[in-house]
């Protein structure tokens, strides 16, 4: 099982990144996708989700309006659109498959910065 996530970098405040991760392994189209990121010290925190079929979104209060979280399940592949990005963005991000077992990508950084 392989998640991969890439598109993170620097942007500047008000940017915008556009994250994948690539899945193979496992029946990506079975498994609900999330997108977490976590700073150094704190917990990784939830920042957005997307049902098997795409029915049903979630996102954090933080990022609510700002990000879209997507999924191309003909390609195993998994999207987080990221406009108006801030300083508190900056993360390690990373990708997640959720059902009978939870799988984890390596993280991508993302760095909001002037």
């Known amino acids: 099982v392989h998640l991969v996530e890439s598109g993170g970098g620097l942007v500047q405040p008000g940017g915008s990144l556009r994250l994948s991760c690539v899945g193979s392994g496992f029946a990506f189209w079975k498994y609900g996708m999330n997108w977490y990121r976590q700073t150094p010290g704190k917990e990784r925190e939830f920042v957005a989700g997307?049902?098997?079929?795409?029915?049903?979104?979630q996102y954090a209060d933080s990022v609510k309006g700002r990000f879209t979280i997507s999924r191309e399940n003909a390609k195993n592949t998994l999207f987080l659109q990221m406009n108006s990005l801030q300083p508190e963005d900056t993360a390690v991000y990373y990708c997640n498959a959720n059902w009978v077992n939870s799988y984890w990508g390596q993280g991508t950084q993302v760095t909001v910065s002037s």
């Open positions: 997307v049902s098997s079929l795409s029915s049903w979104t």
